[in-house]
């Protein structure tokens, strides 16, 4: 009886802390640095807007991610008439995603999760990092992340609940799902 308590224990405790933030649950408390080096921390920041937009994208500096990230970037006045903040999430380092902000501009945050563990609280798919060669400004770097994190937006209330959730996101075409999805709420 001993062992049998002791093994549910142990599955209810990892699947407690690994279980999915399902739709119209609040998503709990989580903290990283941003772009910059600065500490960023959720219950701060969902005062700052109606909805928060937290999209999870594989790597800085790739096709995709680079496409996707320009369209919030670009989308970012309609979605704030919506009510809406952006907060991007990867596996890349503060530096990495600063250098990304600065060479396209972009507009919003962007979260560094090295070890994958805001991922998590989101369940969201992650393999191995990786190291690419971009040049930048001229100058070859190696730009290293300490996860690979696939590609899953998400949208958050006022209060931290999850109201929405896309795990088949088209990079293109995700600012444009998210501010259709906002737009229908008003």
């Excluded at 100058?139 to 088949?168: H, M, N, P, S, V």
């Amino acid at each position: 009886m001993k062992n049998i308590t002791t093994v549910f224990l142990l599955f209810f405790s990892i699947s407690h802390t690994f279980s999915q933030v399902d739709l119209g649950n609040k998503v709990p408390n989580f903290n990283a640095l941003d772009q910059d080096g600065a500490k960023w921390v959720l219950k701060k920041q969902l005062k700052s807007a109606d909805y928060m937009v937290i999209y999870f994208y594989p790597a800085a500096f790739t096709g995709g991610c680079t496409k996707q990230a320009c369209s919030y970037r670009d989308q970012k006045g309609e979605l704030a008439r919506v009510g809406a903040s952006v907060t991007g999430v990867s596996g890349d380092a503060p530096a990495t995603l600063q250098l990304f902000a600065l060479e396209h501009s972009l507009n919003f945050t962007m979260l560094s999760d090295e070890t994958g563990e805001i991922a998590t609280i989101f369940d969201v798919p992650q393999n191995e990092g990786g190291t690419i060669n971009r040049e930048i400004k001229g100058e070859a770097l190696d730009l290293t992340r300490g996860t690979t994190i696939q590609r899953w937006t998400f949208i958050l209330d006022r209060d931290g609940t999850l109201i929405y959730k896309d795990t088949e996101v088209d990079a293109v075409n995700d600012g444009g799902k998210v501010l259709e999805f906002l737009s229908s709420l008003h």
